[in-house]
């Protein structure tokens, strides 16, 4: 009935416990694809040492998470398909109730669920977004990644074979490019519950900001133009949520000067497109000030940190949501998680 595909590279750390989450679903009814994307690292024996008949394992060289989603969409034959990165888990229904909301929902193509954020230990750290939306979900997909990463939804494997795929050309930003094509066409339902763990890390680096800016603003021109009556205002929502998103990101340790410049100036395209720019003018002096501590003394904000027991929700809670590109190559999805309302 479900084909759950993960794209594994230089997994080894977080595989097999990925993997144990799948099968131990209530809904027993699957097979279990891992691509194995030219890992150097002790996945592959990792996984091979894993007996259970549902788990079909394929190897390839290193290609990058898109390709190896598709190499895996191409060995699937459930009716469903949902994709799971190498290092998340899933609650033991994840598959049993968005099939269900999919099965008592005839026009709807793709089932989500809400997502929780853990460490690299596995402790929860924070909470994701929490939106009910269903049906046509399409304008406020635009705003944000509601959805958040590529771990989350069911999705009718036929409506991706019509999509495509995944587009290989896109170097970040991938989960929303296929979150919002699928909008565009098709009906969503809301599972509202806590099925994604989402493990975040800080091993981003500040060259791949311009690289994700560019894969955003990519997706967004392609998704406007989907959908040309789209408002104005809407674009400069999308905008100023898209650069508050780089700003904390640039912002997340490791901290460094070139990150500090980054942050500034992402910061001030923020402020450029934010409506609400005043009633959140003093947000932006907050990450204004980190910038400018990171920019002259990376050193000084780390010593700030190691002394405060509690650092603000509004400042390192939002910054740990963002710093979690390139943990693995399938981790490049936009998540949106705290985002301007329109």
């Known amino acids: 009935m479900i084909s759950v595909i993960i794209p594994a590279y230089n997994s080894e750390k977080t595989i097999k416990e990925t993997i144990q989450s799948v099968l131990n679903q209530t809904f027993a009814n699957f097979e279990l694809i891992i691509i194995n994307d030219g890992s150097q690292d002790s996945t592959l024996d990792i996984i091979t040492q894993i007996k259970d008949p549902r788990i079909k394992v394929f190897s390839y060289a290193n290609a990058g998470g898109n390709v190896s989603r598709n190499r895996g969409l191409n060995h699937a034959v459930g009716e469903f398909v949902s994709f799971l990165d190498a290092d998340d888990l899933w609650t033991p229904n994840k598959l049993e109730f968005q099939l269900k909301a999919l099965q008592e929902n005839s026009t709807a193509k793709v089932a989500y669920s809400w997502t929780d954020y853990i460490d690299a230990n596995g402790k929860f750290v924070f909470t994701g977004k929490r939106i009910n939306l269903n049906a046509n979900i399409y304008e406020t997909l635009l705003l944000s990644n509601f959805l958040e990463n590529g771990s989350n939804p069911l999705i009718c494997r036929e409506a991706l074979i019509t999509l495509g795929g995944f587009d290989e050309s896109l170097t970040a930003a991938q989960d929303w490019d296929m979150w919002?094509?699928?909008?565009?066409?098709?009906?969503?339902?809301?599972?509202p519950s806590v099925q994604i763990l989402y493990r975040i890390s800080a091993n981003s680096v500040s060259c791949n900001l311009v690289r994700q800016e560019k894969a955003c603003l990519r997706v967004l021109e392609t998704a406007y133009k989907e959908r040309p009556s789209t408002v104005k205002d809407s674009w400069n929502i999308s905008l100023a949520n898209l650069y508050k998103y780089l700003t904390c990101k640039a912002l997340q340790t490791p901290f460094n000067?070139?990150?500090?410049?980054?942050?500034?100036?992402?910061?001030?395209?923020?402020?450029?497109?934010?409506?609400?720019?005043?009633?959140?003018?003093?947000?932006?002096?907050?990450?204004?000030?980190?910038?400018?501590?990171?920019?002259?003394s990376p050193t000084l904000l780390y010593s700030i940190i190691n002394r405060s027991e509690v650092i603000s929700q509004e400042t390192e809670g939002l910054l740990n949501i963002w710093g979690t590109e390139n943990r693995t190559e399938s981790k490049n999805g936009y998540p949106g998680a705290f985002t301007i309302s329109s």
């Open 180 to 191: 919002l094509r699928l909008a565009s066409k098709f009906d969503f339902i809301c599972v």
């Open 257 to 296: 000067r070139p990150k500090g410049l980054a942050s500034a100036i992402f910061l001030w395209k923020y402020f450029l497109n934010d409506p609400s720019r005043l009633k959140n003018i003093n947000f932006t002096l907050k990450l204004l000030l980190k910038s400018v501590i990171i920019f002259l």
